[in-house]
T-cell receptor, first 111, second 114 residues
Framework: QKEVEQDPGPLSVPEGAIVSLNCTYS??????FMWYRQYSRKGPELLMY????GNKEDGRFTAQVDKSSKYISLFIRDSQPSDSATYLC???????????FGKGTKLSVKP | DTAVSQTPKYLVTQMGNDKSIKCEQN?????MYWYKQDSKKFLKIMFS???????INETVPNRFSPKSPDKAHLNLHINSLELGDSAVYFC?????????????FGPGTRLTVL
């Protein structure tokens, strides 16, 4: 089993839809959970960051972490065409650890 | 102002050649990284440098060698290029010496080995 599993999609939704993106992981040592967004032909950029379990909201974006299930989610409300990108989850154990990335989910929001 | 820049943006070369990719960051960060993103978009760390010292060296072939002339630069040199080296290479930097959750990525260098 890979350390981080993420459905690569592609996922296509109409504008205004609620989008749910997910990752599962196997290593219970992960403590830091991040979502990066990568536009086509660009480098990834940090979107959301959560430490340990719980929810975090930033505008239309909500990140959830369920450590007991080893499951993390990113919700996008009122999705916009500008949200069309690949979303990568990234996990880290301790402060010194590597970032372990999921394969990314390609999202397309249709006007 | 570009925070993390890489040159070249595209690199097409023949098998067996030696090539270098340059990376510069103007953020004053302590740590810089090199990642490889393969055709399946899987992003994997190759190296990181903290204040000119290698602190992470993943199991990459020794044909790949990072070189850091100063804190703002981390170049990637590749010897004897192989077909399987074709990928997008990303440079990144982060602000804390102990590692950071936020890494700032460059635009990537798309390497094609023929």
């Amino acid at each position: 089993q890979k350390e981080v599993e993420q459905d690569p999609g592609p996922l296509s939704v109409p504008e205004g839809a609620i989008v749910s993106l997910n990752c599962t992981y196997s290593n219970s040592a992960f403590q830091y959970f991040m979502w990066y967004r990568q536009y086509s032909r660009k480098g990834p950029e940090l979107l959301m960051y959560t430490y340990s379990s719980g929810n975090k909201e930033d505008g239309r974006f909500t990140a959830q972490v369920d450590k007991s299930s080893k499951y993390i989610s990113l919700f996008i409300r009122d999705s916009q065409p500008s949200d069309s990108a690949t979303y990568l989850c990234a996990l880290k154990g301790g402060s010194q650890g590597n970032l372990i990335f999921g394969k990314g989910t390609k999202l397309s929001v249709k006007p | 102002d570009t925070a993390v820049s890489q040159t070249p943006k595209y690199l097409v070369t023949q098998m067996g050649n030696d090539k270098s990719i340059k990376c510069e960051q103007n953020l004053g960060h302590d740590t810089m990284y090199w990642y490889k993103q393969d055709s399946k978009k899987f992003l994997k760390i190759m190296f990181s440098y903290n204040n000119k010292e290698l602190i992470i060296n993943e199991t990459v072939p020794n044909r790949f060698s990072p070189k850091s002339p100063d804190k703002a630069h981390l170049n990637l040199h590749i010897n004897s290029l192989e077909l399987g080296d074709s990928a997008v290479y990303f440079c990144a930097s982060s602000p804390w010496t102990s590692g950071s959750n936020e890494q700032f990525f460059g635009p990537g260098t798309r390497l094609t080995v023929l």
